[in-house]
């Protein structure tokens, strides 16, 4: 029988813990969710802000966990299965076992921030590193102080590489995650005003991103877009840290991974690049301008890693938007189709006006229009008010016909749009629901975006429920 991912032994050297009695089987999983635990699982009974998972030890051993990590016991939890009890909370012992699924492994590491692309660039690392060897990364955005462990305890040992979202809303965030990590490759998307409520300005948001540089492993490389204004801010902290060799990519001349020609299609673009001086052209299954500079780094990083370049290059064309990061998807109505682009996962100035020019490459259907539906960007402090009406621009540039509007924020924009571009604006995104699905018409290309907290997820699905899918996602 293959080893599986714990033993054990391992689990009681990595986390100090004791076993009240042995496993019953063999550890192939970690989980902090008893509704998702697999057989074989180990439960780590985390306490958060509204729920302790020691309440649901019970609930998991009987969903078939191997084994539930606590600081604590009950007989109820003692009667369920076995137990492994931690010295300290279940979240230190979590952070234990990802070092030591770290210092077992010999794959090739890269970690990933930015204030806009993380998931996305995550996601095309994933597919291009995964043609050369086993890959393993982070799922959807585990990419604070629990979902960075959770990720590396997961990690397989036979794994050749493995790819770390880090993410952060306020300085010191990524030191301690990075320093579990500790990759081989740091790359850093952009810097933009995402959380500038918690810091005095950009600068100081590019000092918390780089961070990332602190965990990088002797001999190790900074990825790092050589388009941002803070390109040279963040290259001195990587050199700070030791770090010699610094990789800029982007449109910049002197980039070191240089996009060299760029075609925008409304589901993909063609690329050609220079890759450390190789050139290559390639084939990327995801829109955007910003996506095809982000997919540099990803080249970037996988050579740098030693994978196959070529291969890596070639699987870009497989690579797909992320749940509520650009997936298009065309709708059926009576007399035509509907296209959606739903980019309700998240929102800060820059991630809107990326969002906004996929906007203006698709191509409405006859007599339709572009409609833009989006809620308040949050987290943006006393920036806010400034930050939301500057975006008329962007409203212009893309050819927006109609605009939508959710949120006290987005008044700022609404105010500053011509009265032919208003269609409404409501309090909540629930105020939009009933005037938007009467008003989209056969033809209309209609692009959804907003902060989590806007809740503009549930806007899009009240659209998917009311109009199947014409044909498979784009």
């Not at 030191?175 to 790359?187: E, F, K, N, Q, S």
């Not at 801010?233 to 700070?240: V, Y």
């Not at 621009?393 to 011509?418: F, K, N, Q, R, T």
């Amino acid at each position: 029988m293959a080893e599986g991912l714990w033993t054990a032994e391992e689990l009681v050297g990595a986390t100090a813990g004791r076993l009240t009695r042995p496993p019953n089987a063999q550890i192939n999983g970690v989980s902090i969710d008893s509704r998702s635990v697999s057989a074989g699982d180990l439960f780590v009974a985390i306490k958060g802000d509204k729920m302790d998972g020691h309440d649901f030890v019970a609930t998991a051993l009987g969903a078939g966990a191997a084994v539930a990590l606590v600081s604590r016991t009950t007989p109820e939890m003692e009667a369920a299965g076995p137990l492994l009890v931690v010295p300290e909370d279940p979240l230190r012992g979590l952070e234990q076992l990802g070092r030591a699924a770290r210092n077992r492994s010999g794959a090739g590491l890269v970690a990933v921030t930015g204030s806009v692309g993380k998931t996305s660039t995550k996601e095309m690392l994933l597919k291009t590193l995964a043609a050369s060897g086993k890959t393993h990364a982070s799922a959807a955005s585990f990419n604070n102080h629990w979902g960075v462990p959770l990720t590396l305890a997961r990690f397989p040992r036979d794994a050749a590489f493995g790819v770390f979202e880090i993410g952060m809303n306020h300085a010191g965030e990524i030191t301690p995650l990075v320093g579990m990590v500790r990759p081989h490759v740091a790359i850093v998307t952009t810097i933009a005003a995402s959380h500038l409520g918690h810091f005095k300005s950009l600068a100081e948001i590019a000092d918390a991103k780089a961070e990332i540089f602190s965990g990088v492993v002797p001999g190790g490389s900074a990825v790092i877009n050589r388009d941002t204004p803070y390109f040279d801010h963040l290259a001195a902290a990587a050199r700070a840290q030791g770090i010699q060799t610094i990789i800029g990519f982007g449109q910049h001349e002197k980039s070191d991974v240089r996009l060299d020609r760029l075609a925008l299609h409304p589901g993909c673009c063609c690329v050609s690049a220079s890759v450390l001086g190789e050139p290559v052209t390639y084939k990327l299954g995801l829109p955007g301008e910003h996506m095809a500079i982000n997919s540099l780094a990803v080249l970037a990083a996988a050579k740098l890693l030693g994978a196959d370049l070529a291969r890596a290059a070639l699987a870009l064309a497989e690579a797909k938007p992320a749940k509520g990061r650009g997936v298009q998807q065309a709708l059926k109505m009576q007399g035509g189709e509907l296209q959606l682009i739903d980019e309700s996962y998240n929102a800060n100035p820059a991630s809107v006006r990326a969002a906004l020019m996929l906007l203006k490459q698709a191509k409405p259907g006859r007599n339709g229009r572009r409609i833009a539906i989006l809620g308040d960007m949050l987290e943006l402090g006393e920036h806010g008010p400034a930050l939301h009406a500057g975006l008329s621009e962007a409203v212009d540039e893309a050819g927006v016909d109609i605009l939508y509007a959710a949120g006290p924020l987005m008044c700022h924009l609404w105010s500053a749009l011509p009265a032919s571009r208003r269609g409404l604006h409501t309090d909540s995104s629930d105020g939009l629901r009933e005037p938007v699905l009467a008003a989209l018409q056969p033809g209309d290309v209609v692009m959804i975006k907003g902060s989590l907290g806007s809740r503009m997820g549930p806007l899009v699905e009240a659209i998917k429920s009311k109009w199947p899918p014409a044909v498979k996602d784009v």
